[in-house]
């Protein structure tokens, strides 16, 4: 079992950053990748990024250039730093993790808007 918080999020205006990380506790040693969704009013959630632990990166077209993924493996903590930030990045950011045997967690998930 692997449990997932993630802090950041908020409001921010248009072409602005901002931040969000999402710490990993309990089975840490079953993690294969962390990464984050995310799910606007009235869409499907969608993944945003993700993070494997040898490191290679994975990116939606729609954030490329624009977001970046790191992983803190000390910490058990991932990050995604946003910028250039756009009204249609408003959504619910999900942390989520990738574990053995087929099996993954959620968190709860942070807001973040983006006003135009």
């Known amino acids: 079992q692997v449990q997932l918080v993630e802090s950041g999020g908020g409001l921010v205006q248009a072409g602005g950053s901002l931040s969000v990380s999402c710490a990993a506790s309990g089975s840490i040693f079953s993690i294969n990748a962390m990464g984050w969704y995310r799910q606007a009013p009235g869409k499907e959630r969608e993944l945003v990024a993700l993070i494997r632990n040898g490191g290679s990166t994975r990116y939606a077209d729609s954030v490329k250039g624009r977001f970046t993924i790191s992983r803190d493996i000390a910490k058990n903590t991932v990050y995604l730093q946003m910028n250039s930030l756009k009204p249609e990045d408003t959504a619910v950011y999900y942390c989520?993790?990738?574990?053995?045997?087929?099996?993954?967690?959620w968190g709860k998930g942070t807001l973040v808007t983006v006003s135009s």
């Open positions: 989520y993790a990738d574990l053995r045997l087929a099996m993954n967690s």
